[in-house]
């Protein structure tokens, strides 16, 4: 599908307002991961409104593709973005976090139906994906459309089943999976490379047969061209390691790694939405 110049404009302002949903619905909530899903918002916009294969009025249509969140802590951008592509009504989201809501802290399959896994302990969300990806081509082969997604943290990859994981899916070929690795430089503890350093990732998914690819996570063109040549990928999964800023959007919170693991107070979500909201004006004027 063609990303035009107007699609642009309205996948930047879909972006935008899903953000403010986050920050609207975490300070509701008054707990939660502010930082990254913040930052993976474009990222979450291009695969739901633009790459995926889905239908919302029937989610569980054989035919969909597979999206599978591994570090379910940033499920706030998962949940909006589910709710703006109609899966339930966007005045659920305040019922995040809440006792008895389907939408709960980390995703559970068993309360949102439409929701392809429950995760929660980070590291095992690839494996599942490969799960996924491995029995499709063993009853499909090249024949399948459908197409296996697997978001990831970069703090993650200190676990050692995702390495595991990507060894299994090199080793059988598996075309039909992308990763996507949040390359945003921060855990809860700190920054990536103070705690764990991770570099050079490439190299290590390259290592296990990935096709890697690297892309500013934040520019829906190299985004939506990421998810597109992945699909075009025939002989090896493929990884796209996501450059974005923790707390894309407020400048407060941007690459502060305290900011990942706790919501804005009300004071916070006023600077915060005013802040949005006013970048949400430029937006459509930048591109006249």
Not at 62 to 85: F, K, W
Not at 212 to 217: A, F, L, S, T
Not at 245 to 270: Q, T
């Amino acid at each position: 599908m063609e990303l035009t110049d107007e699609k642009i404009v309205e996948l930047k302002e879909k972006a935008n307002n899903i953000r403010i949903s986050i920050i609207d619905v975490l300070e509701d909530a008054g707990s939660g991961h502010t930082a990254g899903p913040l930052g993976m918002a474009d990222i979450f916009t291009v695969l739901f409104f633009h790459t995926l294969v889905h239908n919302p009025k029937k989610p569980d249509w054989s035919e969909r593709d597979r999206l599978v969140l591994s570090n379910g802590h940033i499920c706030p951008v998962l949940y909006t973005s589910m709710a703006y592509a109609g899966y339930f009504p966007i005045e659920e989201l305040r019922t995040l976090r809440k006792f008895g809501s389907r939408l709960q802290g980390h995703p559970h399959r068993d309360f949102l139906p439409a929701l392809e896994t429950s995760s929660g302990p980070l590291g095992s969300g690839l494996s599942q994906a490969v799960g996924i990806a491995l029995s499709d081509k063993i009853d499909h082969g090249l024949t399948s459309k459908r197409h296996i997604y697997a978001l990831l943290s970069d703090g993650e990859l200190e676990c050692g089943q995702t390495w595991e994981a990507a060894m299994l899916a090199g080793k059988e070929k598996l075309h039909n999976l992308t990763a996507v690795v949040d390359r945003n430089n921060i855990q809860i503890d700190g920054y990536t490379e103070n705690v764990m350093p991770l570099e050079s990732v490439s190299d290590k998914w390259r290592a296990w047969n990935w096709h890697v690819i690297e892309i500013d996570g934040h520019n829906m063109e190299e985004i939506a061209d990421a998810f597109e040549t992945a699909r075009a990928i025939f002989e090896k999964p493929t990884v796209i390691i996501a450059h974005t800023i923790p707390g894309k959007g407020v400048k407060e919170f941007e690459h502060d790694y305290r900011w990942h693991g706790k919501p804005p107070n009300k004071k916070e979500e006023i600077m915060a939405l005013n802040e949005l909201r006013t970048l949400g004006g430029k937006i459509r004027s930048e591109h006249e």
